[in-house]
């Protein structure tokens, strides 16, 4: 997985993008290391004064947020107006997400913004998306998605737990297969393709929904608008 970049650079793009947040939004609070440097840097600004309320992506953004002083609020009760989220590989506006098993809320809070912001460091770029595409999947449908992946030339694995035995369980009790594709050609085909596969919950492939880059350096950050 692209994890090799600098906390620096992360936290230059996290901070950047937290600058966009105004009085009265309801902000997207994404998951992973990026989109902490956010949510940190938003709840300074609601303890100097702003009024904001956050709709967080996972139980992680979710207890960081409340450490923070963020007010949180759910989708029922909310819109959101801007997303910020982190991304595993940025190719142009299309992402693959999901290094923290946090993509299918994430798709969910993030595509029903206003305006979504991708957080990112250098080594998420890249000309075409080739990471592995985490997959979410209802646990009795693992072996099933995992023909239908294999199918479309893709290589599942069942991502295990670091200190459970067993496998990665989400926050919504699913299973996540992490499937390479090698080069993805036409990330939105492929996306249609998972999408329409039984037992699929949600996969990382997020075609099309960014609508800004921030990318992180050791010395600043550059900006890239999709819209
Ligand atoms: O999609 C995600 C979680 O499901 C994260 O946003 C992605 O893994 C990037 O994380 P980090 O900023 O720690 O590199």
């Known amino acids: 997985m692209k994890q090799g970049g600098s906390d620096a650079a992360k936290r230059a793009a996290g901070e950047s993008a937290a600058e966009a947040v105004e009085d009265g939004m309801v902000v997207g609070l994404g998951t992973g290391s990026t989109a902490a440097h956010a949510i940190r840097a938003i709840g300074r600004a609601v303890d ?7 709709v967080p992506t996972s139980f992680q953004s979710r207890e ?7 007010p949180l609020a759910d989708l029922d009760d909310a819109s959101v107006d801007l997303a910020i989220d982190g991304a595993d590989e940025v190719a142009g506006g299309d992402l693959v997400k999901g290094g923290g098993a946090a993509h299918a809320r994430e798709k969910v809070v993030d595509a029903s913004a206003d305006r979504f ?3 990112a460091d250098p080594t ?3 000309d075409v998306l080739a990471h592995p595409v985490p997959v979410e999947v209802l646990p009795m449908a693992r072996s ?3 023909e239908a992946v294999e199918a479309l030339d893709g290589d599942p694995d069942l991502r295990r737990a670091a200190r459970k035995d067993g496998p990665v369980v989400t926050d919504n009790g699913n299973l996540v297969l992490d499937c390479d594709f090698g ?9 249609g393709r998972l999408s329409e596969t039984p037992g699929v919950v949600a996969h990382g492939l997020f075609v099309g929904l960014a609508d800004e880059v ?3 350096t050791d010395d600043g950050v550059s900006v890239r608008d999709l819209r």
């Open 124 to 126: 998420k770029e890249a």
């Open 64 to 70: 960081l947020a409340r450490d923070c002083g963020i």
């Open 117 to 119: 912001i991708v957080v």
């Open 144 to 146: 099933t998605v995992a």
């Open 214 to 216: 921030h990318v992180g």
């Open 48 to 54: 100097a004064g702003l009024d904001v309320v956050g």
């Open 183 to 191: 080069a993805i050609e036409d990330p939105a085909a492929l996306a």
